[in-house]
């Protein structure tokens, strides 16, 4: 029986295989993940969560692209599908659901507006639930959250930085936290110092290397 598991690309890109299935989620520099796509997920449309080769490159006839509406002419192959905000999906036997994403600190309102209806996600695998949050900060409906596996971003960088993602754990329900989209915004020393803060500071917490050379299994 194959290994279900989910692998950090790097960045705030994430593949995930349960069973037969492999999802991808903002893929971006993923090429080196060889497997091809039942479906794509990307949470916004700036380029390094929006990338046009990546999804060329993972997909095949019958994968299908989520996106949200704003976005879905942009899709350069595939079955392109629009989302939004609180609503759920299935697709190739594979369910998710959206979430809200946007930015709520004055400094990056202008990065991810809340009016754009940018989206996180909700996915089922293999009976776990993975949040894949997108580009956002720690906003208030992450209290509904109930997840076996969150991924949060910590870079501080158009998302919330690690000080506000060690916040945003308290308001989730997650078996595990595993934090993202830090070491490209940061550089060597200030991601690991970050890392380093949101391991200490968030239980069930765990961090992946990048380039799926690990994973975690589930």
Same mark, same amino acid.
């Given at each position: 029986?194959?290994?279900?598991?989910?692998?950090?690309?790097?960045?705030?890109?994430?593949?995930?295989?349960?069973g037969s299935k492999t999802?991808?989620?903002?893929?971006?520099?993923?090429?080196?993940?060889?497997?091809?796509?039942?479906?794509?997920?990307?949470?916004? /449309?700036?380029?390094?969560?929006?990338?046009?080769? !990546?999804?060329?490159?993972?997909?095949?006839? +019958?994968?299908?692209?989520?996106?949200?509406h704003d976005s879905v002419?942009?899709?350069?192959?595939?079955?392109?599908?629009?989302?939004? /905000?609180?609503?759920?999906?299935?697709? +190739?036997?594979?369910?998710?659901?959206?979430?809200?994403?946007?930015?709520?600190?004055?400094?990056?309102?202008?990065?991810?507006? @809340?009016?754009?209806?940018?989206?996180?996600?909700?996915?089922?695998?293999?009976?776990?639930?993975?949040?894949?949050?997108?580009?956002?900060?720690?906003?208030?409906?992450?209290?509904?959250? !109930?997840?076996?596996?969150?991924?949060?971003?910590? =870079?501080?960088?158009?998302?919330?930085?690690?000080?506000?993602?060690?916040?945003?754990? @308290?308001?989730?329900?997650? =078996?595990?936290?595993?934090?993202?989209?830090?070491?490209?915004?940061?550089?060597?020393?200030?991601?690991? !110092?970050?890392?380093?803060?949101?391991?200490?500071?968030? @239980? +069930?917490?765990?961090?992946?290397?990048?380039?799926g050379d690990a994973y975690?299994?589930?």
């Amino acid at each position: 029986m194959e290994l279900d598991y989910i692998t950090w690309l790097g960045h705030a890109s994430f593949a995930v295989n349960a069973g037969s299935k492999t999802v991808y989620i903002d893929p971006f520099r993923a090429t080196a993940f060889k497997r091809k796509a039942d479906l794509i997920l990307v949470t916004h /449309p700036h380029f390094d969560h929006f990338s046009v080769d !990546d999804i060329k490159a993972v997909s095949e006839k +019958n994968t299908e692209v989520f996106i949200p509406h704003d976005s879905v002419k942009g899709v350069p192959e595939g079955n392109a599908k629009g989302v939004e /905000p609180d609503k759920s999906y299935t697709s +190739n036997g594979i369910r998710f659901r959206t979430v809200p994403a946007y930015n709520n600190e004055k400094e990056r309102l202008q990065f991810h507006p @809340k009016k754009n209806n940018w989206v996180g996600y909700m996915l089922e695998a293999n009976g776990k639930r993975i949040y894949h949050p997108g580009d956002t900060d720690n906003i208030e409906e992450m209290a509904s959250i !109930d997840c076996d596996i969150a991924l949060l971003p910590i =870079g501080g960088v158009y998302t919330m930085d690690v000080y506000q993602a060690i916040e945003a754990s @308290k308001r989730i329900s997650a =078996g595990v936290f595993i934090p993202m989209h830090y070491k490209a915004v940061l550089g060597k020393e200030k991601a690991a !110092d970050a890392e380093k803060k949101f391991l200490k500071s968030v @239980k +069930n917490s765990t961090s992946l290397k990048e380039f799926g050379d690990a994973y975690y299994s589930f």
